[in-house]
T-cell receptor
Framework: GDSVTQMEGPVTLSEEAFLTINCTYT??????LFWYVQYPGEGLQLLLK?????DKGSNKGFEATYRKETTSFHLEKGSVQVSDSAVYFC???????????FGTGTQLKVEL | SQTIHQWPATLVQPVGSPLSLECTVE??????LYWYRQAAGRGLQLLFY??????ISSEVPQNLSASRPQDRQFILSSKKLLLSDSGFYLC???????????FGQGTRLTVV
């Protein structure tokens, strides 16, 4: 079945540091890939997405590139801020299952 | 614009008591609807999804059930709660044929 594997957290960084959160997937067919963000005490918000190989999703300084050859969708940001502290979820969608499959989430803590 | 409402925000229930969590979507018709659970320190687990009134698919055998009595209403229920039912429950919706899901603010359930 479909699955998503994320790097374990928590990840603690200093403000303005470079961020990478790894995500790899297993899926039948050609999934769409997503990064969702969950701020403390809230639901999930879509951060960015990519629907086909080599697409790059980007939003709020975050980027992720759909790499079919390595089945990966790593999240990056060049300079994190304290306000980026949250839990980040990688997810995939394949139309046959009609559902999003999520990774376990990676908690990011950004300190001054 | 579309909005999703989920309530209550927090709930403390004794073991063996019943449960009813409600989710409604406004501003769209015939959405796909989802219930997810996020247990402490774990990722998101899809519990149920629905593609139409009265159509419920269960992903994980458990103590919970779901119903969709109206097009934009999705209810999560239990007849007798267990301690292991504690967690953060999230309702979500998506448009048919689209991959992006929109989440409610979540309900934190504590079973004592």
């Amino acid at each position: 079945g479909d699955s998503v594997t994320q790097m374990e957290g928590p990840v603690t960084l200093s403000e303005e540091a470079f961020l990478t959160i790894n995500c790899t997937y297993t899926a039948t067919g050609y999934p769409s890939l997503f990064w969702y963000v969950q701020y403390p005490g809230e639901g999930l918000q879509l951060l960015l997405k990519a629907t086909k190989a080599d697409d790059k999703g980007s939003n709020k300084g975050f980027e992720a590139t759909y790499r079919k050859e390595t089945t990966s969708f790593h999240l990056e940001k060049g300079s994190v801020q304290v306000s980026d502290s949250a839990v980040y979820f990688c997810a995939l969608y394949t139309g046959g299952g009609n559902k999003l499959t999520f990774g376990t989430g990676t908690q990011l803590k950004v300190e001054l | 614009s579309q909005t999703i409402h989920q309530w209550p925000a927090t709930l403390v229930q004794p073991v063996g008591s019943p449960l009813s969590l409600e989710c409604t979507v406004e501003g769209t018709s015939n959405p796909n609807l989802y219930w997810y659970r996020q247990a402490a320190g774990r990722g998101l687990q899809l519990l149920f999804y629905s593609v139409g009134i009265g159509q419920i698919s269960s992903e994980v055998p458990q103590n919970l059930s779901a119903s969709r009595p109206q097009d934009r209403q999705f209810i999560l229920s239990s007849k007798k709660l267990l301690l292991s039912d504690s967690g953060f429950y999230l309702c979500a919706w998506s448009r048919v044929g689209y991959t992006e899901a929109f989440f409610g603010q979540g309900t934190r359930l504590t079973v004592v």
